[in-house]
């Protein structure tokens, strides 16, 4: 193995990879490549507390522990997690592998305060809540925007982090629940590859490989390659679960002071929907199928291209650029149980839809830091740019029913029917024009004083089936506060303001959030750990959610306001070498402040849709003596929570166990059993239309080299 070339001045390992090609402001990017660099020189050391930027935060090491010091946040900013004024989690690489999670339900499902998998057999998408509310998504900092809906690949990514709470101020438009980023693996400058074979249940057959190394003598331009193919089925009949990804980077470090990043990734997904869930008249088995065999389908294909730029001026000043372009085709159809209160469980109908979207996202983002005699100061100013596309052709119809003892299929939609159910043909343009402001203050090493401002203009547009165009504009502004105290070096508290505004949809009202929270974090110097706990008060005005009419349709409508009140906890540990535990407990009282629904039904005072109020997780592996073995284990509790928002029916609470189990059989080579519920509990954890299970027991079986 290659020693690794020396990484940009100030910045640490990962973050000088999250940066990019301008694709706005190019005269600041001209004036920053034109500037030699500068020679080395023995560096100062920052005082500035590492609440929003720091440039002498420690490196983490993903892909060999458990337990992250340090957030990215994509490429804006670098921030030890100790010192950041907000509730946060990182799911690390690997974590992520050993617990042989593959869809970001998997990746988050010990994550404190997040709800995953409550349309657990509707496999269309991910779903999962924070703190009782949506949440949005995010690539290396930058928004997925139309791409949100994808079933993102978990191997392409050195990390997930979590930002529980309203933060539209660092991110812009965003739900008031929290924030998923997604962190793209990156070229390293060393040797190292890993390749991979799994065999598991529901005949799951899977490969992957992930190399990279430096590309010429003097270490400044290095390559990664990172590829998966999986050809499986899905735990019901008649099913298929296939997906290819395939992604490469390269990166070139002239100096010590620049560094940029071109990652290009391509994924290909083919898969069955399930029939919509199962009839609530009874328990039924997962395997059954009441949909048909030769119409339900899911295809999605996307490309992506991702520019990332830095430039440390070595003078207190930092220039970074992030810009990304992907185009998506999603298109599905699926036969579904369509129960509505008059019936005795086996109407069905057909839904579907055709769409692809384009987007090109970017933003460019300049940091000054000072340090003055007993202050420092770090300010960051930024501009940020989407212009996104899509269009969308949806169908609905009946089909016969069917006998739910004795299935027999009555085949596909004809082309007539899906044509003549066409209800939805529209082409959408979203462009959003935005500029952010955050300023930070460090006093005497231990009060720190976050304060942000952030602008969004958007423009949205949208031409209908009939020819229709309608418009409309928002300008939105959403403010951050946050005092940090610094009780000792191991110890900090915080207290902190922060709002969201949603992102809006033409002729509505946007929905704006606000949360308080008061929160306290330990990281023992002598020990891999950090512990945190946060309380906090989130509230949600012009709430709009789904809800099932009496015919079986599902509306959106607009209910007032909710406010959700809570308490989350995690601690990730490594006590040793060997073992290691990753932990959290959550606890929410959710409730509508106001609202009613079109019938007239007052929801006042009722709970949230899968909002329970317990949550807690616990995951623990250990390593024996020998190093050639060692044993995974971990249990999931979710409490109850109501399917609708009138209340009218709960889920049951339940627990959920996983576990692995590693064998070395030769030199840097691997056998690893995972197990995925293990004990196959079945419980309904949505219910609409039709019941929803949650995920049956899933074995795999994977050999792993790595060199």
């Known amino acids: 193995m290659t020693a690794s070339k020396p990484r940009l001045k100030t910045l640490d390992s990962r973050l000088k990879l999250n940066p990019a090609v301008l694709i706005f402001c190019s005269p600041l990017v001209l004036a920053s ?48 997690i100790l010192d950041t004024p907000a509730s946060v989690s990182v799911i690390t690489e690997k974590e992520i592998e050993l617990r042989d999670a593959n869809t970001t339900e998997e990746v988050l499902q010990y994550t404190p305060g997040v709800i995953t998998d409550y349309y657990g057999t509707d496999d269309r998408n991910d779903y999962f809540q924070i703190r009782g509310f949506q949440a949005t998504t995010y690539r290396d900092g930058l928004t997925l ?24 101020t660092l991110f812009g438009p965003a739900d008031p629940g929290g924030s998923v980023n997604f962190v793209s693996k990156q070229p390293k400058f060393e040797k190292f ?48 679960d296939d997906n290819e990804f395939i992604m490469g980077g390269l990166t070139w470090e002239p100096t010590d002071f620049t560094s940029a990043t071109v990652i290009f990734d391509y994924l290909n997904r083919d898969s069955t929907p399930n029939s919509g869930g199962y009839p609530k008249d009874r328990e039924y088995d997962r395997d059954e199928f009441f949909g048909e065999p030769n119409f339900n389908y899911h295809d999605v294909e996307r490309t992506s291209v991702t520019g990332l730029f830095t430039h440390d001026f070595d003078n207190g000043f930092i220039v970074r650029a992030n810009v990304r372009y992907s185009d998506l085709t999603d298109d599905f159809g699926y036969v579904y149980l369509a129960d509505n209160p008059s019936t005795a469980g086996t109407d069905r109908s057909f839904f579907g839809s055709d ?15 000072a340090q003055f005699d007993w202050f420092d100061s770090s300010t960051l100013v930024g501009l940020e740019y989407r212009d996104a596309t899509s269009e969308q052709v949806s169908f609905f119809g009946g089909v016969p029913s069917i006998n739910l003892s004795n299935p027999i299929y009555s085949g596909a939609p004809s082309s007539a029917d899906i044509f003549n ?38 423009d949205l547009s949208s031409t209908d089936i009939t020819g229709a165009r309608s418009s409309d504009k928002f300008s939105e502004t959403s403010v951050r506060g946050a005092l940090t105290y610094k009780v000792t070096d191991e110890v900090s508290t915080y207290i902190s303001m922060v709002e969201s505004v949603a992102p809006p949809t033409i002729g509505v009202k946007p929905e704006r959030g606000k949360q308080y929270e008061v929160g ?17 008060d989130l509230t949600k005005e012009d709430v709009t959610i789904a809800v099932v009419q009496g015919d079986g349709s ?31 407990y959550s606890y929410m009282e959710t409730e509508v402040v106001r609202g009613t629904l079109r019938n007239g039904t007052s929801l006042k005072d009722n709970e949230f849709v899968a909002a329970p109020n317990h949550m807690a997780s ?61 004990l196959d509990e079945q419980h309904v954890v949505g219910s609409g239309t039709a019941d929803y299970y949650n995920p049956g027991r899933e074995l795999s079986a994977t050999v792993n080299y790595s060199w």
């Open 33 to 80: 490549l034109s500037i030699q660099a500068q020679e080395n020189k023995e560096e100062e050391v920052f005082r500035f507390s590492p609440i929003i930027v720091n440039a002498q935060v420690a490196a983490d090491d993903d892909a060999n522990s458990v337990v992250a010091q340090e957030l990215w946040v994509g490429g804006k900013v670098a921030t030890s």
């Open 145 to 168: 925007g139309s791409m949100r809906g994808v079933r993102e690949e978990a191997y392409a990514y050195e990390r997930v982090e979590v930002l529980r709470g309203a933060n539209s």
């Open 193 to 240: 590859g890993e390749g991979y074979l799994t065999y598991g249940t529901f005949d799951r057959k899977e490969v992957g490989v992930d190399v990279g190394d430096t590309l010429n003598a003097d270490s400044t331009l290095a390559y990664r390659f990172t590829a998966k193919v999986k050809d499986a089925e899905r735990e019901y009949d008649y099913s298929r």
């Open 355 to 369: 769409s692809k979207a384009e987007e090109l996202i970017g933003n460019t983002i300049l940091q000054y830091d």
């Open 421 to 458: 159910g066409i209800y939805l043909r529209d082409k959408q343009d979203y462009t959003t024009k935005s500029i952010f402001l955050q300023q930070n203050f460090s006093f005497n090493d231990r009060f720190i004083i976050t304060g942000g401002i952030r602008n969004d203009v958007l």
């Open 520 to 536: 306290m974090k330990y990281a023992p110097i002598d020990t891999n750990a950090i512990f945190s706990v946060s309380v906090y």
């Open 554 to 584: 599902i509306q959106r409508e607009t209910i007032g306001e909710s406010d959700v009140k809570g308490v989350d906890f995690e601690a990730k540990v490594e006590l040793t070498d060997s073992f290691s535990l990753t932990g959290g």
């Open 618 to 678: 616990l995951w623990g592996h250990y390593t024996f003596p020998s190093k050639d073995m060692s044993f995974g284990l971990g249990a999931r509790y979710t409490g109850s929570y109501f399917f609708d928002a009138s209340n009218t029916a709960k889920s049951e609470a339940a627990v959920l166990f996983d576990s692995s189990f590693s064998y070395r059989v030769y030199k840097n080579t691997d056998l690893t059993l995972h197990a995925r519920n293990l």
